[in-house]
């Protein structure tokens, strides 16, 4: 059974930095790209990044570009997403799948709550 853990949210000022975990299981991490997803209050899910199921290449939309980072530890079946530079309006629960733009598995983690505010 896929089972997806989310860690490390909080209320941070704006400029602050955080990092989220994932704890992925049930399948088989190695093989599948992995994104971090959020959903801010009154709106869609959407997606923040991608990484590739090796990790040597990563995306990003272009509201975080340059200031959220992805990396992955396929040992530990685990991506994180560190956070720079964040902003009131990366407010949001996020959460990490399997896939790209469409996430793979639908039985989504808990999240976790990032809350930017001074």
């Known amino acids: 059974q896929v089972q997806l853990v989310e860690s490390g949210g909080g209320l941070v000022q704006p400029g602050g930095s955080l990092r989220l975990s994932c704890a992925a299981s049930g399948f088989r991490f190695s093989s599948y790209p992995m994104s971090w997803y959020r959903r801010a209050p009154g709106k869609e899910r959407e997606l923040v990044g991608t990484i590739t199921n090796s990790g040597e290449s990563t995306n990003y939309v272009d509201s975080v570009q340059g200031r959220f980072f992805i990396s992955r530890d396929n040992g530990r079946n685990a991506i994180y997403l560190q956070m720079n530079s964040l902003k009131p309006e990366d407010t949001a629960v996020y959460y990490c799948?399997?896939?790209?733009?469409?996430?793979?598995?639908?039985?989504w983690g808990p999240g976790t709550q990032v809350t930017v505010s001074s």
């Open positions: 799948n399997a896939g790209r733009k469409l996430a793979l598995f639908t039985n």
